[in-house]
Structures are given as C-alpha cells and as structure tokens.
C-alpha cells in the first residue's frame, strides 16, 4: 500500500473516532494548516512525515480529551508510515547488496577483455554511475599527467573544474560524504554540486587515485523528497569502500598484466584473483583487551575459495568470519570476494548472525546457483564488554569452542545448509557466555579432512588434540604449530583443499618467553638448520648461554631425538620435523610431532649414562633422558607421535 492510500484510510477511520474530519497536512504546505484547531505533528525517529489535524471544532467534547486522542492516533499514524520507510529502505539495501555483486562481476568481466587502464576506467563509470543511481561519476589520478575519467560532467563541469575537484579530494585521508549544496563548496566553488561521495584508492603502481559519484543542484531547488531520495547515506559510503578496494587491487593488477604478462593471459588473471583475494583479507586484526585473535589461510594454489575476516561492527561487537566456497582457482576467488563483501554489507545493520546468513543467502543465490557453486559459513558476533558471544553455522565444518578451565570441548555444529544451495534457507544461532580461558577454533575443512597416504583423515578430533598440546600459548605461535602439525599429518598426500584457521582466545600477558616454531624435511641433511634454528632462539634468550655445559647437553638432546626420528619413526622415508621451541627465565622446552612409527619403548627403564658416553650416535634416548629434565613421548589418537622435552634453567 502506497503512503497515500495508508493516509487516506486513516483519515476515514479517524473521523468515526473525532467525529470530524482529518486532514494530512504535508511538510511542503504549512500555510494550510490552521493553527487553531487541534493538530499533531507525525514523526518517526526524526523523520518528519507533515500534521494530522481536526478540520473544525468539534462541540461538547473535552479539548484536553481530544487533543491526548489526537496525539494517539498520530504517533500510530507515524509508525504505520515509519514502517514503510524501513522497509524502503531494507529494499533498497538489499537492492544495493545486489548491485554491488552484479558490478563485482562486471568489473571483472571488463577487466578480462582489456589490460588498458584507462578503457578500465571508462568501463567503471559507466558502471559506478549505474549502480549507485547518480548524475555523475569521476575516476582520476591526481597530479602529473594523469587524465581524468568521467561521466556525467559534460555541460556541467569542464575538465579544468573535475581536475580542481579531484586534487582537493586526493588531499582527503577519509571518506567525502556530503549531501548538501553548501558543504560541496569546498571541492566545487560554484555550488553546482548537491551531494557527493568520494574515496581515495590506494595503489602500488601508481598515485593515489580518487573515485566520486555525484549529484547536481536543481534549478529552484529541490523538494525534501527529492533529497532524500537522492542523498547518499551509510549503505552508499560502506558499498563504495568495499568496490574500492577491488578496483584498487584491479588497478595493480591491470598495470602489472600490461608490463609483465602480454604473453601469459591466464596466468595473469590468477595473480589478479590472488591480489584481488589478499586484498580484502584483514590487514590489521582488532584489537581486543583482554584477548587475542590470529588466522590465516593457505590456499591449495595462487588463488582458493576460503576467507576469514574479523573487525569490528558499528554496534560495538567483533565479527568473526570462516568461509569456504566450493571449488577452486579465479570462479571461487571470485566468489569470496563478494561473498566478504555482501556479509560485511549485512553485518552494517545486524548482529544477529542467523539473520545475516539468510539476507546474505538471498542476495547471492542468484549468481551462485548459475554457476553452480555454494559457500560454506561459520559468523559469530562476540561483544567483548559481556564475553557474550553468538554463532550460526552455515554448513560449515564444526567449530571448537574449548574451555581450558574444565577440559570441556564444545562443537559448534551447523545450523543451516550452505548459502547458494537454495533461494530460502531456515537458519538458527546459539549463543553463550565466552569465558577468561576459553579458546575459540574456527577453521575449514583442508585441515580436518587432511589425509595420510592410507586415507585416513585428520579429523575434527585431531585438530582438538594439537590445540590442546601447548596450552597457555600467545594464538599466533598456537596457529602455526598446528598448521605445521597438519602439514606433517598429510606430507604423502598433499592437501586438495585450501587452508584457513582462526583462534580467539585469552590475551598472554607479561610474557617474557620467546618463541620459535619449525618445520622441516625429516633428513639427515637438515639437521644442520635444526641446529641452528635452536642456536638462534637461545642466542634470542641469552647468548651467554650458547658457552655453557647447559647449552651443549640441550643441543645434544636435540640432535639425538631428530635423529632418532629420522631413523627410527620415518626410516629415513620421507616427512617432516616439526615442533616449537620455546625459552624463558625458568625453562626450556622442546616439542615435536612426527608422522612416523609409533615409540613402542620406554623412557623409565633406560639406565643412566657415564659422562664420557655423553656424546652424539649410539645412546640417543638414553641421552635425552639424562641430559633433560623432563622427557615425555606419547602417540596421539591422530596417529602423530608427540614428544616433550624440558630443560631447567634457574639450576644452572
């Protein structure tokens, strides 16, 4: 029902109800309202629709009765109306999510026939002034002899007034959003701008570039409607931030293809993908006292279908995002990034993640299920002041949720089927209380479905195992320990699917240990670098102590145990080393995984050692075990063996 009809029935109803007539007087025409009857102004969190009012005196009725009656059915009246704009304006915000993948796909069409910068740029005016529904648009590289790029300005603004323009843009740091005459004064003298809305791009291969859209002024002005209609808001700036960054990388890319890769099309339009994907990953994590994030992703070549993403929502809470999208190479990238882009849209105006998957679900089946792809999603929305956390899974691999404090592993299953599978999807979330010491494990299926050479798999329980080894940990030595264990685990069948893994957890603070993780060839060859990784770290610690009885005993213990590894557990087969050493004023401690033959021994019945027997080849475990502290071997459900070693230092 149009506004119009919605007042015209309430004016109806209104007048059994006064027993008078009602009139709407709109904003426009305020010279007919007559002040003396009873009226009420209507307005809706600040939007101001007009007044209802009584068209003339009505006898024997208590004014103050009908003045509070008035006012009652004004304010129904204000959110009736008020509930049209909101749902204008969710429209046109969905309606912007899709116009913003669709130009997605169309930049990256353009960008596929052409390796010209500037037939790139003619295409992406067109394309922005489309899009965003403005008069105008301008791409430019200010200063030197860059040419501007526009649409829309003819007859309007000569190039001289676009060049000026743009210059006064590029000085800005942050966004432009203006929707008003007198603040466009500042880039456009002659006030023929109304509103505007600019960002600057950042490049590596050329100048700061500056992409605006904009709107002209109106002979005689314009009506409130007309502004409003055509004024840029929230959804616009956030839509323009996000293509930026896109056409930012495509402006690298373009430039870097036209240089280097006349000849190798297709291998520049993988490095493109992969610039392009790189590009929308975090660049900085948020910050959160108290705790502490880390992820990353491997992808199985140049390019993948997985992401992470964490930042901050306007509300003030911390979204976490996992996504896998099925399949591989430039069509999934593709895919992540306006899968990243159309969440990140969603998450602007909700927290609530079961709404988000199904609005995202709606805007991207389209184009997903023509090509025949689907995306798998784990989001939670964590809200650091309450350690409230919420979470909805989109057929994704399980997340872990471990709570050190009790040794509880909680699995956060799936909740809904994947996006882009069906246009409809029935989702739910759940939601708890994140504690001091909980750890929270999001990761995709490249590391639980990783594979030894008899196909069995790493598992969700394997991946439970490894976190639990080196408890207490800062999260980016966490991740990559378990990113090498999960190499190691499927060294002979190398991983089919792309990696990705995010931690949030407690903050480690006042830590003075250091840290070093490794990974290397499980040959006699590398244990020269093992060694000297180990001196490195210690020299880190204390180069003093590279000259001490203490240092030689710990690096003997070390070459034995690598090369018992090596001998022993891999049989001089193939594999990887891999561990973590790890140093402070009381202790050194040395952990390793291997993916060889079990340890069918024991450590507690080895007789202790002479001195003079002390020395490398021929006593290994009997030398680990006299020359440390503490030495424990275990074999992990996994099917990795997992040795700890300790080294005492306040006794030395």
């Known amino acids: 029902m149009k506004d119009h009809e919605l007042i015209t029935d309430f004016l109806v109803s209104g007048r059994e109800l006064f027993d008078s007539a009602l009139a709407f007087i709109p904003l426009e025409t305020p010279e007919a309202l007559d002040t003396t009857l009873p009226h009420f102004k209507l307005v809706w969190e600040g939007e101001e629709f007009g007044w209802l009012a009584l068209t003339e005196e009505v006898a024997g009725r208590d004014p103050y009765k009908t003045s509070t009656r008035l006012r009652w059915y004004g304010n129904v009246l204000s959110k009736a109306l008020g509930g049209h704009i909101l749902a204008e304006r969710l429209g046109e915000e969905l309606m912007m999510s899709w116009n913003e993948l669709r130009f997605m796909y169309n930049v990256t069409q353009k960008v596929a026939q052409t390796t010209e910068l500037e037939s790139i740029f003619k295409s992406l005016v067109e394309l922005l002034r489309d899009t965003f529904g403005a008069e105008a648009a301008v791409i430019s590289q200010p200063g030197g002899n860059a040419k501007n790029i526009s649409i829309g300005t003819d007859g309007r603004l000569s190039d001289l007034r676009v060049t000026r323009m743009i210059n006064r843009l590029a000085m800005h740091q942050e966004t432009v959003l203006v929707n008003n005459t007198e ?22 291969v050329a100048s700061s570039c500056v992409i605006a859209v904009f709107t002209y002024t109106k002979p005689g002005g314009k009506t409130e409607k007309q502004k409003r209609s055509e004024a840029f808001g929230s959804t616009h700036r956030l839509t323009l931030e996000a293509v930026s960054e896109l056409i930012g990388a495509l402006i690298d890319n373009a430039e870097l293809h036209r240089r280097e890769a006349k000849s190798v099309r297709f291998q520049a339009q993988i490095e493109i993908a992969a610039a392009i994907q790189k590009s929308l990953l975090p660049a900085k994590l948020p910050v959160i006292p108290g705790y502490e994030i880390a992820a990353g992703t491997k992808p199985v070549g140049q390019v993948g279908g997985d992401f992470f993403d964490v930042f901050e929502m306007p509300s003030g809470h911390i979204a976490l995002i996992v996504a896998d999208v099925a399949g591989k190479g430039v069509p999934a990238a593709m895919l992540t990034s306006s899968l990243r882009i159309v969440l990140r849209s969603q998450m602007e105006h909700s927290h609530f993640p079961a709404n988000i998957l199904l609005d995202a679900n709606r805007v991207l089946y389209p184009d997903m299920s023509r090509v025949d ?26 997340a872990l949720w471990y709570r050190a404090k009790t040794g509880e592993e909680r699995w956060l299953m799936g909740t809904s089927l994947p996006l882009g599978i069906y246009e409809e999807i029935q989702t739910d979330y759940h939601a708890g209380h994140f504690g001091g010491r909980d750890v929270l494990c ?12 008899d196909g069995r798999f790493f598992g969700k329980q394997g991946v439970a195992e490894t976190l639990k080894l080196i408890p207490g940990l800062p999260l980016e030595v966490t991740k990559r320990f378990l990113l090498d264990v999960v190499n190691t685990y499927g060294f002979h069948q190398q991983s089919g699917d792309d990696q990705t893994l995010l931690l949030m957890g407690p903050e480690v603070k006042n830590d003075d240990r250091i840290y070093t993780n490794f990974s290397l060839p499980s040959t006699v060859k590398h244990l020269q670098e093992l060694r000297e990784l180990f001196n490195s770290h210690v020299s880190q610690y204390d180069p003093e102590l590279i000259k001490t009885r203490w240092y030689q005993e710990a690096e003997l213990a070390l070459q034995e145990l690598a090369s018992n590894i090596i001998e022993h557990a891999y049989e001089y087969r193939p594999g990887l080393l891999t561990g973590l050493f790890t140093i402070s004023a009381e202790r050194l401690t040395i952990d390793f995984v291997d993916a060889g033959k079990q340890f069918t021994g024991s450590l507690c019945d080895l007789e202790p050692l002479e001195d003079n027997l002390l020395t490398e080849g021929g006593f290994g475990l009997h030398i680990i075990k006299q020359t440390m502290d503490g030495c424990n071997v275990q074999r992990l459900g996994s099917g990795l063996n997992y040795w700890h070693l300790q080294k005492n230092i306040a006794t030395q």
């Open 183 to 204: 603040d466009t004064l500042e880039f456009v003298p002659d006030g023929l701008l109304d509103s505007m809305l600019a960002v600057n791009i950042e490049s590596q």
């Open 373 to 398: 792809l689907f995306a798998t999603v784990f989001l939670a929305v964590f809200h650091p002041e309450t350690g409230q956390i919420t979470w909805a899974n989109a057929g994704h691999s399980p």
């Open 442 to 453: 999001v990761y995709s299926d490249g590391l639980s479905e990783a594979e030894t050479a």
